[in-house]
């Protein structure tokens, strides 16, 4: 007979001490300790592990853990361990002695939990033994690194469905704190050979300040966010090694502690920066993405994103690694074009096939939305992942407001000089020519001649590259990437500039100039 809920209750407080279950946990377990195999989706804190855990530990047999982290791993068995839960870890970290007592240990069935490294499970020697010790469950910790649409593939999960028939068709349950409609489709089809009961937490993190801008000055507009924390510990993502280098150099000569994390790095100087940062109140970590995963520092009080992160996933990720204790803590992603730009080349030029691809821009689209939304943020965030919310009233959108005005003339004014200078200029060139600044380019293709030369010129620069934004996060222009770059009209373009559609747009990107201020009314 399974164990039941009333069984899992009673361990929740003698063996982990706590009174009651978190949101979700229940839900999750109940149909685990049924024999149902389940694939989880829980915001990062939610309490995922304890959803493992717990049916591991009431009921019979050896539950096998991946996990893609050596020191995760660690931590949980250290913690398991200290509860008084038989609970050990194979991966490359042992030494002989170590793996010795562990394979003893699963050989004369004490073992409750093992934290298996995704490196082992194409031997087939440790399935095997797995199988013949009585292994009957299969925990996949980071289940979104199973899926190469996700944002951090791991290739040896890939062999988990091998492993997991190897086992014997085992109950399988898979966790992971992101994954949107296309990843968790790619996670089931890859993890599971029939559906799997899917369970989707509560994505919202309401202590978390969500807010984005546009970037125009990256180290004033930081700055100026990290100007009353010091003293607090924080996160700065950054696009590439170099960035990281000189950000935190600049944050260093403005008197913040930074330091720097990045596979580029020696990996003593890499440890030696991550133990300080856990250790050590007010330091700022400037990193890649290479940071953070399976970092569990509660009171990190903010993350900024210098460069746009890598989609709407990866940024929900990445915020999430603040205020984990629950405390208020702050967020700031800065966007340009020249990141958007950037990641649509990394796209294009990838190995991917064509249908991944697709995929990869439609969730740069999605991100680039968010960072353009028109109405809360939050609710642009968590409908993304398939929640409906109310607007939150304390993102940076709710608190300042987004107005919107008609910007189908200014529209039609800027799709006019993209077709009329033949679909194959970058927004400098064209901003140019809407403004009549007569330089030599301009000149030299005789763009000084054009109707459109000139009729742009109640906005600054900085405004019409603003509204190229949103033209392009308002799908009425896409980028021609085998040329430099250039714009081109989309289907929803034409219909705008032959009037017969129209856009609206956000108004706060445009209050530079008096001018259109006073028009906007
Ligand atoms: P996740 O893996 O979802 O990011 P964890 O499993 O690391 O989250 O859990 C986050 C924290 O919440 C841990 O410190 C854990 O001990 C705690 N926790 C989990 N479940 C409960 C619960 N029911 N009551 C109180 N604390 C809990
Ligand atoms: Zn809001």
Redesign the pocket.
């Known amino acids: 007979m399974s164990p039941s809920l009333a069984s899992a209750r009673a361990c929740?407080s003698s063996v982990?001490g706590?009174?009651?279950?978190?949101p979700g946990?229940e839900e999750i377990i109940a149909p685990i300790l049924a024999g149902e195999d389940v694939l989880a989706i829980?915001?990062?804190?939610?309490?995922?592990?304890?959803c493992y855990q717990l049916p591991a530990i009431i009921g019979d047999g050896l539950t096998v853990v991946v996990s893609p982290l050596i020191a995760l791993m660690r931590d949980q068995v250290a913690q398991l361990t200290n509860y008084g839960v038989a609970a050990a870890a194979m991966n490359s970290a042992n030494d002989s002695d170590e793996s010795r007592r562990v394979f003893d240990l699963i050989r004369r069935r004490e073992l409750k939990l093992l934290y298996l490294a995704p490196e082992r499970l194409a031997r087939p020697d440790t399935v095997d033994f797995l199988r013949r010790s009585g292994a009957n469950r299969l925990a996949i910790?980071e289940a979104h690194c199973v899926s190469q649409w996700g944002h951090d593939f791991r290739p040896e999960y890939l062999a988990l469905g091998e492993f997991r028939r190897g086992l014997g068709q085992v109950q399988t349950i898979a966790?992971t704190?992101t994954a949107d409609a296309a990843t968790r489709a790619d996670i089931a089809e890859r993890l599971f050979d029939t559906t799997p009961r899917i369970f989707i937490g509560g994505f919202d993190r309401p202590n978390l300040m969500l807010a984005m801008q546009a970037k125009d000055s990256p180290r004033r507009q930081l700055l100026g966010f990290l100007k009353d924390r010091k003293g607090d510990s924080g996160i700065i993502y950054c696009s590439s090694r170099a960035g990281c280098e000189d950000l935190a150099q600049g944050l260093n000569d403005a008197g913040h502690r930074a330091l720097v994390y990045h596979a580029g790095l020696d990996k003593k100087v890499r440890e030696n920066n991550q133990d300080t940062f856990l250790r050590e109140d007010g330091i700022i970590m400037v990193a890649t993405v290479a940071f953070g995963m399976g970092i569990?520092k509660p009171d990190v009080r903010f993350v900024a994103h210098a460069d746009l992160p890598k989609s709407i996933e990866a940024y929900y990720q990445e915020i999430g690694r603040a205020g984990?204790d629950g405390l208020a803590a702050e967020t700031l992603t800065l966007y340009g074009l020249g990141d958007v730009r950037l990641r649509r080349q990394q796209i294009e030029d990838s190995q991917a096939s064509d249908e991944q691809k697709r995929v990869e821009r439609q969730k740069l689209n999605a991100l680039l939305a968010l960072c353009e939304a028109p109405r809360c943020r939050r609710q642009t965030l968590l409908s993304y992942f398939g929640e409906t919310t109310q607007p939150c009233g304390h993102c940076d959108l709710c608190i300042t407001g987004v107005l919107l005005r008609d910007g189908t003339v200014d529209a039609q004014k800027a799709l006019s000089a993209i077709w009329r200078t033949g679909q194959r200029f970058g927004t400098e060139h064209l901003v140019n020519v809407l403004i009549g600044q007569d330089n030599d380019a301009v000149l030299r293709f005789g763009h000084d001649q054009l109707p459109t030369f000139g009729v742009g010129k109640e906005h600054s620069r900085d405004q019409w590259r603003a509204l190229f934004r949103q033209f392009y996060a308002g799908g009425l222009i896409s980028q021609d990437l085998s040329e430099h770059g250039g714009w081109r009209l989309t289907e929803a373009g034409g219909e705008v500039l032959r009037g017969r559609a129209r856009i609206d747009v956000r108004t706060e990107t445009l209050k530079a100039k008096g001018k259109s201020a006073k028009r906007e009314k």
């Open positions: 929740l982990f706590f009174d009651s279950f978190r946990q829980m915001p990062t804190g939610a309490g995922k592990s304890l910790d966790f704190a569990d984990r």
